[in-house]
């Protein structure tokens, strides 16, 4: 039994009329629900919903501070290298686009690190282009190696990799797995993914879980909004990870919301997702997944994360370069555009006017592994 099992039920809903069934009664019902099912999580989806978004972000508020309390936890991606074998049609470190390519040397690594520790950072998600040529889990464990003289939390967003890997990387020190299905609907992830490894479907889509049974503290899931139907693919996302929470309940499992961004090509997005649309999609996930982290990133523009901070966010990202060596080197190509430069300094006061306390380390790993697994 894995996720798949469940994108197949999913996917033979009957979407052209499953939205207009849902009616303001069925979203009270949700919002009275001391715990939201599935048919409360497609009612609050639903554009019956969307009159009732003030009272939805009252008890994601409510719930958020009673599961996760006055805090909020902060952290910045690094990249290693932008070496890539995927034909993506959203991604400028697509193996199509022609620019010079960059792999951080280990001392590279070490004076990325020291630039982001002098910002007071001790959590870090390091991040590779997906080859396995170029950056295996050899030399993400490596990198790991580095990185945890420096850093008390160290996650990562790379090519999936088997259960071995997983605990290997585990073993080094990585306590945490960042990875986005992008696109749950399976034809559109077909038309997206043109080629390369990444085209495999189930592949992707079982790796979380994959990472859950190699011993992760942390799985973070995600699609990215807009190559598909909006609501579509929240739900399934919200069921993925409410099915990684339940047979793993000793993994945190997060999520986040990433929206599309510019990058190199010339790719326009099929769903256009508001700023109110994004708004309802948190309140949706808080009220069905309370006790799961929901992470934003500076793909959102500065004023709006400083509206949604009170509504379900419990992590976002500071001081961020989507570039190979941004914050120490010169030269990159991002991978995509941020909209959010603030530094990390200027985001942690942010969050203190707010009454929220930035938090810069929460977790350390212990020096002998409890051998759990």
């Not at 696109?183 to 038309?191: I, K, N």
């Not at 990390?344 to 380390?361: D, H, N, T």
């Amino acid at each position: 039994m894995s996720f798949y099992e469940t994108m197949a039920r999913l996917e033979q809903l009957p979407y052209g009329t499953l939205w207009s069934r849902y009616t303001a009664e069925d979203v009270k019902r949700a919002l009275r629900a001391e715990q939201v099912d599935e048919e409360g999580l497609m009612a609050l989806l639903s554009p019956a919903a969307e009159p009732y978004l003030e009272e939805m972000a009252h008890k994601a508020h409510r719930l958020t501070r009673t599961h996760f309390g006055h805090v909020m936890q902060l952290f910045t991606p690094m990249y290693l290298a932008d070496f890539c074998v995927n034909h993506c049609t959203y991604c400028s470190f697509s193996s199509i686009y022609d620019f010079p390519r960059k792999k951080l040397t280990l001392e590279e690594v070490a004076r990325e690190a020291e630039t982001i520790a002098a910002t007071g950072l001790r959590h870090i998600l390091i991040l590779t282009g997906e080859s396995r040529r170029d950056s295996p889990a050899g030399y993400v464990r490596d990198c790991v190696n580095v990185l945890r003289r420096y850093f008390s939390s160290v996650s990562i967003e790379v090519n999936p990799l088997s259960t071995a890997e997983y605990a290997e990387l585990r073993e080094a020190g990585v306590d945490g797995l960042t990875l986005y299905q992008e696109v749950y609907h399976q034809e559109t992830y077909r038309a997206l993914h043109v080629k390369g490894p990444k085209r495999v479907y189930r592949n992707r889509l079982d790796a979380p879980e994959r990472g859950c049974q190699a011993g992760f503290r942390s799985v973070n899931i995600g699609a990215l909004l807009g190559m598909y139907e909006w609501r579509q693919e929240a739900l399934a996302t919200a069921l993925h990870a409410r099915y990684l929470q339940d047979k793993y309940p000793e993994c945190e499992i997060g999520l986040s919301i990433p929206r599309f961004r510019p990058y190199l090509g010339e790719f326009n997005p099929a769903s256009d997702v508001t700023d109110r649309a994004l708004v309802q999609i948190i309140l949706a996930y808080r009220l069905f997944l309370p006790r799961s982290g929901i992470s934003l990133s500076t793909r959102e523009p500065a004023a709006l994360r400083d509206h949604l901070v009170q509504l379900g966010i419990t992590k976002m990202s500071a001081g961020v370069s989507t570039e190979v060596g941004g914050h120490s080197l010169e030269g990159g190509t991002p991978q995509f555009e941020i909209s959010d430069n603030r530094s990390v300094a200027e985001i942690a006061e942010m969050l203190r006017s707010q009454g929220l306390q930035p938090v810069f380390k929460d977790w350390d790993i212990l020096s002998e592994p409890l051998g759990l697994r």
